[in-house]
């Protein structure tokens, strides 16, 4: 299959790319310059032009920014569509949080369906952040799944970053159902609603200080920032990127997936446990590592909400991978780009 990926120098684009081309299908992925077009290039270099090529999209927010990049010899048959920002240091919520993520995915579905006639999936990478509302907080005993939506409202998503970065993933993925079902577009819609991703990096992109923002938290702990108190978890949840990246693939290959939200979760985990784990596997970094005594980081005392990730392990039959085996692979991935 012929696909467009969009993002492709992102944290979660680069497995998605590596799936891809494992699955032998044909990628076209936009980045943001040539630059980094050439590191993907140099790290599959026995890729040929055929199977992986690049278009230079710079900045989503502008209208009609995937005009041109939507249109291919031979024509694209689906497209994924993972570039969003993910981080939190803004000053302007809407035009660096809200504005990327909302006309990002509305500008894209209108391309394709002003150009692109011969696609007939779309994937997005929305979140777990448009499913899980603030206003019911730990919520014990509550099962989030893919019915639930985000409540967050336009003047609440202006307060803060985090609050910013909810509603941008929440607003894009209402606008992206809203496209299909009044525009009726030649495609149907599947979208992967992850929570923290954890996993390992591709050391071509990255730097220990550039590091994508869900892998930050165990950089952090293996640099001994979690010695005297363990930062609060925030999100309960998690899932390793490399079964994501699957979910995403698999989501177009499958007919059955088709106009489907999933809620691609392996399950819950804490701070406490990530640092376990690294000390368990890496003896080296003890000296840096909180021990059992030391406060924060655990489960709320009250218990913590459940999921359903059935839908997922159903529909696209992911077999998720433990925290064990995506925090050792994780950790030895941050040992190759300096830590
Ligand atoms: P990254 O920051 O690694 O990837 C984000 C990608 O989006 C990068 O390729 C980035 O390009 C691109 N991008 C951001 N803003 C723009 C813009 N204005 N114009 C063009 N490109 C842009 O993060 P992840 O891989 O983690 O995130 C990928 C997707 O997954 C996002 O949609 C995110 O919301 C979603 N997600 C991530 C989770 C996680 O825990 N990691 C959890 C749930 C969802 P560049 O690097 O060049 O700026």
């Keep these: 299959t012929r696909i467009l990926l969009t993002g492709g120098s992102g944290f979660i684009a680069a497995h998605v790319l590596d799936i891809l081309l494992e699955h ?18 140099e790290a599959h270099p026995n890729v040929g032009k055929d199977k992986l090529d690049f278009a230079i999209v710079e900045d989503i927010a502008q209208e009609g920014a995937f005009d041109k990049a939507v249109v291919s010899e031979p024509a694209f048959e689906t497209v994924i569509h993972t570039a969003s920002p993910f981080h939190f240091n803004v000053t ?163 007919p059955e997936a088709a106009n489907k939200r999933f809620f691609v979760t392996a399950g819950h985990f804490t701070n406490k446990q990530i640092a376990q784990i690294i000390e368990k596997n890496f003896p080296q970094y003890k000296d840096v590592l909180p021990t059992e005594s030391t406060p924060g980081g655990d489960f709320p005392e009250e218990g913590i909400y459940q999921y359903n990730n059935k839908r997922v392990t159903d529909v696209l039959g992911i077999k998720f991978k433990s925290l064990e085996e995506s925090i050792v692979d994780t950790v030895r991935s941050l040992q190759a780009v300096g830590a």
């Design 92 to 254: 302007d919520v809407q035009k660096e949080l809200l504005d990327p993520a909302i006309i990002g995915t509305t500008g894209i579905l209108k391309s394709i369906k002003k150009s692109a006639p011969s696609v007939k999936r779309v994937v997005i990478t929305s979140s777990f952040a448009s499913i899980v509302s603030a206003a019911k907080g730990n919520a014990p005993g509550y099962v989030y799944s893919e019915e639930d939506w985000n409540p967050i409202t336009h003047s609440e998503a202006l307060k803060d970053p985090s609050s910013g970065y909810r509603a941008s993933k929440t607003f894009a993925e209402k606008a992206a159902w809203e496209f299909v079902e009044t525009e009726k577009p030649n495609f149907t819609l599947a979208t992967m609603c992850p929570p923290l991703v954890l996993g390992p990096i591709v050391h071509y992109l990255n730097s220990l200080d550039a590091l994508n923002t869900s892998n930050q938290r165990i950089r952090d702990i293996m640099q001994g920032k979690a010695k005297n108190e363990i930062a609060a978890t925030g999100v309960y949840l998690w899932t390793d990127v490399r079964d994501l990246a699957l979910a995403h693939v698999l989501a177009m290959e499958k």
């Design 24 to 41: 032998g299908h044909s990628v076209v992925t936009t980045v943001r310059s040539q630059e980094k077009a050439n590191k993907i290039k």
